[in-house]
């Protein structure tokens, strides 16, 4: 089966928001956090870091 997902929606509700920001964060940070590992490393380079929390931000801002 083909697993679809929209990168930084950790959350898997289907929209890029604050929930999805705050557990990318917590996850930067060593947290634990709830959510999808591979949808918060939008910048797959292996690693959930503050690049990835930026870029959702961005994103969430409208800056695609």
Do not use: C, H, W
């Not at 929209?15 to 918060?40: F, Y």
């Amino acid at each position: 089966a083909l697993d679809l997902f929209l990168k930084g929606d950790v959350n898997r509700d289907g929209k890029l928001d604050l929930a999805d920001a705050l557990a990318v964060l917590r996850m930067s940070l060593g947290l634990p956090a709830e959510g999808d590992r591979t949808a918060a490393d939008l910048d797959e380079d292996g690693q959930v870091t503050a690049r990835d929390l930026a870029a959702l931000v961005g994103r969430i801002g409208g800056g695609y």
